[in-house]
């Protein structure tokens, strides 16, 4: 006969869900081959091959190759000693260019590629100071580029000789300017001054006089110019000008008045055209998802699209000369490949594949899937989460442990797309659950705005309840949740551990911020940045007590779980001197905590080395302590 108290355990046991014996280890080197280019696509004129630049598994960092479309086989061009940024192409195809920084400082400078695309030279930048290109005349030989280098708090609008570099001023001193768009002629250009994320006045320029005059502002309302039509005397516009969401408006330049095109309450829409392909995109985002929609024209004639249900629609291109067309298709289940279709031949077509991603021996089958989690916080908002795991561990009795993902931003959200870092964690044994808490986008302006002036606070709640809910799942133990994130989302982590020292078994973050004063004296002086950060975050002074409360730096004494922590060494948003007095502070008090400093690498984290540290490093950090 068994004894009583030695059944009764048994009983527990039997009923009691299973914790996996040996969690399922996939190494980065593995991992890695699944490749992920930097953005889109270029194709060669030819249709044969396309130009991109992308991290193969031999790389320290992103570099040029060309991709072959019948081979689907990368083939490197240009090794430019530093990470390549934004490739980008005139409008008569003859020039080819690029961004770089150093080593991750942000400060961009213009470089042109050369004929063979195997060298390069630069065109155009300041050391210090950042350049960004907006656009090109249509014979090619004037760049319109945005630099701060006269002042480095005012982004003006030069015009920019291809040939020489030698450049003009054409938008007024002291007006700073975010974005641009210049009309089909030359003529004009329509001027962003932002002042935060949440609003934006747009200015005319004339670019012969050089002189720009007001034509859209109001208080707490986004005005982003998308394209001037190409033969009316119209501004498209992306707007939510007296509305909770975001949609698509045009203004006719003889009496600016707003006039409504693409609209819809549940959704953020936004607008584009491009007049090499004569082509316009309109994009729906909501609940975490995302649809591209193509019209013929400027939204004239709508094409039907071969895109599966509830794909991710990315990184449209055309071939030049032609009707056909590349596009990156991709779910949170699949990284996806490019893939070639014609414009206007149907949603029947078949699309045919000039890319292999996925080159890793990892089973499909394993990848994580996403669901949504719907649960209410500690006020009574409804927060949207995303869940992602394998679909075989819903239903295999076992539960496993968890990561809680706090998104970067805070103006930003988790979607149903592919994301490797998660993909990572799940191949990896972790239940991966991303909230979009109060102040994520995707969800309207007023939810948007919960957390100005609150960094720390009820977002931190969303969190914690979220957490909560995630434990109930019966794949999910709820004794081994832990919480990693990066940027906002690593302060996030470090306030949660903070507020709630036994929420969570252990935490992990890299490019955080952890005092709310240091940061605020990082932030760059440009209009934008600083209206967008005095907003959201507070007044150094006159919210004193309020950042102290809510700066982790000051409360390290309740921090009680074990820390992982990661600080890029030329990060200009989140800097190393603020994250090097945290730890230290930490290791006076004898808090458990790990630190590394990663040289050479900026806020983005673009180096191999640095990636593999991150990734492999919160596997190997959690589960030291499950």
């Known amino acids: 006969m068994v004894p009583l108290p030695l059944a009764l355990a048994l009983a527990v046991l039997a009923a009691a869900p299973a914790r996996a014996a040996e969690a399922p280890r996939v190494p980065f080197a593995e991992f890695e081959k699944v490749l992920a280019p930097d953005g889109r696509v270029w194709p060669l ?29 990368f083939k490197r061009l240009l090794d430019a000693g530093r990470p390549i940024r934004e490739l980008w ?35 155009y930048g300041h050391k210090g100071r950042r350049a960004t290109i907006v656009d090109a005349s249509p014979d090619g030989k ?10 480095k708090a005012v982004f003006r609008l030069y015009r920019v000789d291809a040939a020489t570099g030698k450049d003009e001023a054409v938008s007024p001193p002291g007006l700073s300017v975010d974005a641009a768009v210049i009309d089909p002629y030359e003529k004009r250009a329509a001027l962003t001054q932002s002042f935060g994320n949440n609003e934006s006045r747009v200015s005319l320029l004339d670019l012969s006089t050089k002189e720009a005059k007001p034509l859209l502002a109001r208080p707490d309302t986004v005005f982003e110019p998308a394209f001037f039509h190409p033969e009316k005397d119209e501004l498209w516009l992306v707007s939510d000008e007296g509305r909770d ?29 491009d007049r090499r392909a004569d082509l316009s995109i309109l994009s729906e985002r909501y609940d975490g998802r995302g649809v591209m929609r193509l019209f013929e024209g400027v939204f004239e004639s709508e094409a039907k699209t071969p895109f599966p249900d509830r794909s991710f ?10 009707t056909r067309a590349l596009v990156r298709l991709r779910a949170y289940d699949n990284p996806g490949d490019y893939y070639a279709f014609e414009l206007w031949d149907g949603a029947q077509q078949e699309l045919t594949p000039v890319s292999r991603l996925n080159r890793s021996a990892i089973d499909p089958k394993l990848f994580g899937q996403s669901r949504d989690l719907r649960y209410t916080s500690f006020d009574g908002l409804e927060i949207h989460g995303i869940v992602y795991a394998p679909e075989a561990w819903a239903a295999d009795g076992v539960r496993r442990p968890a990561i809680v993902w706090p998104h970067g931003g805070p103006d930003w959200a988790e979607s149903h797309d592919w994301r490797a870092i998660f993909q990572f964690w799940n191949l990896n044994g972790f239940v991966v659950f991303a909230p979009n808490f109060r102040g994520s986008l995707g969800y309207g302006k007023r939810f948007e705005t919960l957390n100005d002036r609150d960094w720390g606070g009820g977002h931190i709640e969303d969190l914690v309840w979220g957490k909560r809910e995630l434990a109930k799942l019966p794949f999910v133990d709820p004794e081994r949740v832990f919480i990693a994130g990066g940027s906002f989302g690593g302060y996030s982590t470090l306030q949660a551990v903070t507020k709630h020292p036994t929420e969570f078994r252990a935490a992990a973050a890299f490019v955080a911020l952890a005092n709310l004063f240091t940061f605020l004296k990082s932030i ?15 007044d150094p002074v006159k919210d004193e007590a309020l950042l102290r409360e809510r700066s982790p730096y000051f409360h390290a004494d309740k921090v009680k779980v074990p820390l992982r922590i990661w600080q890029a060494a030329n990060d200009v948003r989140t800097v190393q001197s603020e994250m090097d007095a945290y730890v230290a502070k930490l290791k006076e008090l004898g808090t458990p905590v790990e630190y590394t400093v990663l040289a050479d690498e900026g806020h983005g984290l673009q180096r191999k080395e640095s990636l593999e540290k991150v990734l492999q490093g919160t596997v190997d950090f959690f589960r030291k302590q499950l």
């Open 45 to 73: 004129d030819n249709g044969e091959a396309s130009l991109a630049v992308i991290r193969l598994p031999k790389d320290d960092y992103p570099k040029l190759y060309r991709l072959e479309h019948d081979s689907g086989e």
């Open 524 to 538: 760059p002086p440009d209009p934008a940045w600083q209206s967008e950060f005095g907003r959201e975050v507070g």
């Open 313 to 322: 629609a990315s990184d449209l291109a055309w071939i030049r000369g032609s």
């Open 142 to 151: 004037r760049l319109y580029v945005l630099s701060n280098h006269e002042d």
């Open 89 to 123: 192409r005139d409008y008569q195809g003859e020039r080819w260019y690029f961004l770089r920084d150093e080593n991750g400082d942000e400060n961009f400078q213009i470089h042109r590629l050369s004929d063979d695309f195997r060298g390069h030279a630069v065109v």
């Open 245 to 273: 969401r975001t949609g698509c408006a045009k203004v006719d330049l003889s009496s600016p008045t707003l006039a409504w095109t693409f609209v819809d309450d549940a959704k953020d829409l936004s607008c584009a055209y």
